[in-house]
């Protein structure tokens, strides 16, 4: 017997912001009179689901979406639709908080909303449905603008609010394919724009630090802990190289062929570190030390105090080549401390900055 996925985990799955909306839609555009307050869709993944809604007295229906265990930031956010005829022509449009596309390489072209093609086609299966002479549809999402500029809409070009997502309905807990997909259109974008060698950032930090030092905004992507799966997504699209920037303490990962550098999958941090520093011959009772250190940051600074950057730049040479078999595509590495200051960098295919007893 095969059991629920919420009984394997368990943790509560939720609802896309796709799945409210096309909801939504159909409250709207359903005939319920006595206003019962509940709706049921086929969602796009084949489930059948039931959504509580409230109607206002404009005629919008409200459904508030439930993210489950997930950590959403939509989480609660009310998710609007109001429907009105129009004779012959099925259409949807972004209202209120849904924001709007700007750049190229994305699903949706420039200038649409950004409601993705599957939401769009469950909304508009929902308006042939209950209206099948023709209909609009105008999706809301209050608030959305301002819960988008915590989100990568703003880097992958979409404005003023969110995107309607979501290919099967459903949010999956703690998803790392939901992840993945907020992260691609990055990579998108930029093929779109014709950049060719990328900077790779864990966050906005280290965005912030990569424009600082110099690269091009249009050339940063984000990866979170997707490090390995971003750069292979990169090889796939033909980038000429990526350099990735990075705290020491989890670029060392790279070196040990550690891809997903979430401390969930894997450490080996400093017994990497230490086995760099045997290896370039430090003595046994510092390779100790830096086993017993509390932190990569604190092994980094020890290596310096000791006048030992070579084992930073040999760390950082390793990592780039470990990419590099690993994933196809030319890689260059920049350790960082936790101030931003560079430790030790290597160019795609190039030697390390800071040789070897220097």
């Given at each position: 017997?095969?059991?629920?996925?919420?009984?394997?985990?368990?943790?509560?799955?939720?609802?896309?912001t796709g799945a409210c909306a096309q909801a939504a839609t159909a409250a709207a555009a359903g005939d319920d009179p006595e206003r019962r307050g509940e709706v049921q869709v086929c969602l796009p993944g084949?489930?059948?689901?039931?959504?509580?809604?409230?109607?206002?007295?404009r005629g919008v229906a409200w459904v508030v979406k439930d993210a489950g265990d997930d950590p959403d930031i939509t989480d609660g956010l009310a998710i609007g639709a109001s429907v009105h005829d129009t004779p012959g022509v099925f259409v949807v449009r972004g209202g209120e908080g849904v924001g709007i596309v700007t750049l190229p390489g994305l699903a949706v072209p420039p200038g649409?909303?950004?409601?993705?093609?599957?939401?769009?086609?469950?909304?508009?299966?929902?308006?042939?449905?209950?209206?099948?002479?023709?209909?609009?549809a105008i999706i809301l999402a209050p608030g959305g603008e301002t819960l988008a500029r915590r989100t990568l809409?703003?880097?992958?070009?979409?404005?003023?609010?969110?995107?309607?997502?979501?290919?099967?309905?459903?949010?999956e807990p703690w998803s790392v394919e939901a992840m993945r997909d907020s992260l691609l259109p990055q990579l998108?974008?930029?093929?779109?724009?014709?950049?060719?060698?990328?900077?790779?950032?864990?966050?906005?930090?280290?965005?912030?630090?990569a424009v600082e030092a110099g690269a091009d905004e249009r050339d940063v992507v984000e990866t979170a802990n997707e490090v390995g799966w971003m750069l292979e997504?990169?090889?796939?699209?033909?980038?000429?190289?990526?350099?990735?920037r990075g705290h020491?303490?989890?670029?060392?990962?790279?070196?040990?062929?550690?891809?997903?550098?979430?401390?969930?999958?894997?450490?080996?941090r400093l017994v990497t570190l230490a086995a760099y520093a045997g290896a370039a011959g430090l003595?046994?009772?510092?390779?100790?030390?830096?086993?017993?250190?509390?932190?990569?940051?604190?092994?980094?600074?020890?290596?310096?105090?000791?006048?030992?950057?070579?084992?930073?730049?040999?760390?950082?040479?390793?990592?780039?080549?470990?990419?590099?078999?690993?994933?196809?595509?030319?890689?260059?590495?920049?350790?960082?401390?936790?101030?931003?200051?560079?430790?030790?960098?290597?160019?795609?295919?190039?030697?390390?900055?800071?040789?070897?007893?220097?």
């Open positions: 017997m095969i059991m629920p996925r919420e009984e394997r985990t368990g943790l509560r799955r939720g609802y896309t084949g489930e059948a689901a039931r959504f509580p809604y409230r109607l206002d007295e649409d909303p950004a409601i993705n093609p599957v939401p769009r086609e469950a909304i508009l299966c929902e308006l042939r449905r209950l209206r099948p002479a023709g209909a609009t809409n703003p880097r992958c070009g979409i404005e003023g609010g969110l995107s309607i997502l979501g290919t099967t309905g459903r949010v998108d974008v930029a093929l779109a724009r014709g950049r060719t060698d990328l900077v790779y950032v864990l966050g906005s930090k280290g965005r912030r630090l997504r990169a090889g796939e699209r033909g980038f000429q190289s990526v350099t990735v020491v303490g989890k670029l060392v990962k790279l070196a040990a062929g550690i891809f997903d550098t979430h401390s969930r999958v894997a450490d080996a003595p046994s009772v510092e390779v100790r030390g830096i086993l017993e250190m509390n932190t990569a940051d604190q092994a980094a600074a020890h290596l310096l105090d000791l006048g030992r950057v070579d084992v930073l730049a040999q760390v950082a040479r390793a990592a780039a080549r470990a990419c590099r078999e690993r994933y196809a595509i030319p890689v260059g590495i920049v350790l960082l401390d936790r101030g931003g200051t560079v430790l030790a960098e290597v160019a795609p295919d190039r030697p390390a900055v800071g040789g070897e007893g220097t």
